[in-house]
């Protein structure tokens, strides 16, 4: 009886982690960039000490990143924080959302949000030098293709 009960708990220790994956599921959330200092308190992005973002959906509920989401880095642009985004991530845990893809909405269209230089013609997802040349990367909202 002792022995059958050490692989029955692997069993569930296997079925529950499975179940804890599947709870990473893809959400589409529509809102905006909203800043926290390193105490965990709101304020105003444009305030120095803001280092922190998360995302406040149109319901009102408030999505966390991940401190390793590169995505973050253009929340650093003022124009991208000061505009309605989309948000296409992977939610984890309970409020903690993965970034997949950042859009935009102007004049209710749906638009892309990335950064390209010109000179190098690469495209990136954060503000400031390009890496290639330095020269500061330009930021492009363009209207997402329709397939
Ligand atoms: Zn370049």
Do not use: W
């Amino acid at each position: 009886m002792r022995f059958s009960t050490i692989p029955l708990a692997l069993v569930l220790i296997a079925l529950m982690s499975i179940a804890a994956r599947a709870q990473d599921r893809a959400i589409t959330v529509r809102g905006h960039i909203i800043c926290f200092d390193v105490s965990n308190h709101r304020l105003d992005c444009e305030k120095a000490s803001a280092i922190r973002f998360a995302f406040q959906a149109t319901d009102e509920k408030l999505y966390r990143f991940l401190p390793t989401d590169v995505l973050t880095a253009m929340f650093a642009d003022q124009q991208v924080r000061q505009m309605e985004l989309q948000i296409l991530g992977l939610l984890r845990e309970k409020d903690q959302l993965e970034i997949v893809k950042v859009q935009a909405f102007k004049e209710e269209t749906l638009h892309d949000v990335y950064y390209y230089c010109y000179v190098c013609s690469i495209t990136s997802y954060a503000p400031g030098p390009c890496v290639c040349c330095g020269k500061d990367v330009e930021l492009i909202v363009t209207p997402t293709p329709i397939n």
